[in-house]
């Protein structure tokens, strides 16, 4: 492999484990988010436990009909926690409130960023 193959390898590797980095750090906010609008987190144990939180749908809320016929929201994360978590429709609520009021925190401290503490150099460089 010549010089550049291994460049582009190297460069590969680089942002494949960033991107990996940035989507466990979503994922543990978004986590901490659903534990503080209500859902009940589940420890998958049991080979069999791994096997069913792996079959559902990776870090998404889904929604699915509980025992009492209600729906109930679950967000599964089988490669890092190894977990579940279940909620209802009021947590459901709670956390895309939740989730609002972040996004618009978020978005005032970009706002209200010195970007002339960039200097000449900017914040793009």
Do not use: H
Request: proline fraction near 5%.
């Amino acid at each position: 492999m010549g010089t550049k193959g291994m460049a582009l390898v190297i460069s590969t590797l680089v942002v494949t484990a960033g991107c990996a980095s940035i989507e466990k750090s979503n994922a543990l906010a978004t986590e901490r988010e659903l534990a503080a609008a209500g859902f009940q987190m589940k420890f998958a144990k049991t080979p069999e436990q791994i096997a069913k939180a792996r079959a559902l749908p990776q870090r998404t809320l889904t929604p699915t009909p509980g025992p009492d016929g209600n729906n109930r929201f679950v967000w599964a994360d089988a490669t890092d926690c190894k977990c579940i978590y279940v909620g209802s429709e009021a947590a459901y609520d709670r956390y895309q409130k939740l989730s609002a009021t972040q996004q618009i925190a978020e978005e005032n401290e970009m706002a209200s960023m010195n970007w002339g503490a960039w200097g000449g150099w900017g914040p793009m460089w």
